[in-house]
């Protein structure tokens, strides 16, 4: 019987144990619990949302949030660059001094996030007419490029992008400003 309690009682604290390291992976991966934006870059989201209405601001924040985790220093293994993790090419096209220093830096989340929330309109604007929802395919096309997301008429069939789809919109919904 007291063998029996404590194998009862062992088998308790393994599924605790594996319960409360997978919630704090979830809650590490961003899968679960609010998604809070650093005090420093809250007004910075908000002005810069402005600059495309139609991508709401909470999802903008979960994008750049799911971008980089908030590190102006990130650089993907693909060579995505700074918070808003811009490759090379397409920051030299799209990026923009949007804090009038004289430079357009992708390092600067003052030039990059506003970088970033108009490209969201740009790829909105290139994917209209794409079968679908709309700002998925927007989401989706800052992923893979629109490219990708006409090519496919709407979200690619790649995991990380349908995964960044996906994660951007449920984090959204717990988004912190």
């Known amino acids: 019987m007291i063998r029996s309690l404590l194998v009862l009682a062992f088998v308790a604290a393994l599924i605790g144990a594996a319960a409360w390291w997978g919630l704090g992976r979830a809650r590490d991966a961003g899968l679960i619990g609010p998604v809070v934006v650093p005090t420093e870059y809250r007004q910075l989201i908000r002005d810069a949302s402005r600059r495309c209405p139609q991508v709401p601001l909470e999802v903008f924040a979960a994008q750049i949030a799911q971008e980089s985790g908030w590190d102006h220093r990130a650089v993907s293994r693909a060579g995505a660059q ?10 030299k096209q799209y990026g923009i001094d949007a804090n009038d220093d004289g430079k357009r830096s992708v390092w600067d989340p003052q030039d990059a996030i506003p970088a970033a929330a108009e490209l969201n309109c740009v790829n909105r604007r290139l994917v209209r007419g794409v079968s679908g929802d709309r700002l998925q395919n927007t989401l989706a096309a800052y992923n893979a490029g629109y490219g990708a997301v006409r090519t496919y008429d709407g979200i690619p069939p790649f995991p990380e992008t349908e995964e960044y789809v996906r994660r951007i919109l449920e984090s959204a919904r717990t988004i912190v400003l």
């Open 82 to 91: 700074g918070i808003a993790q811009f490759m090379p090419e397409v920051w």
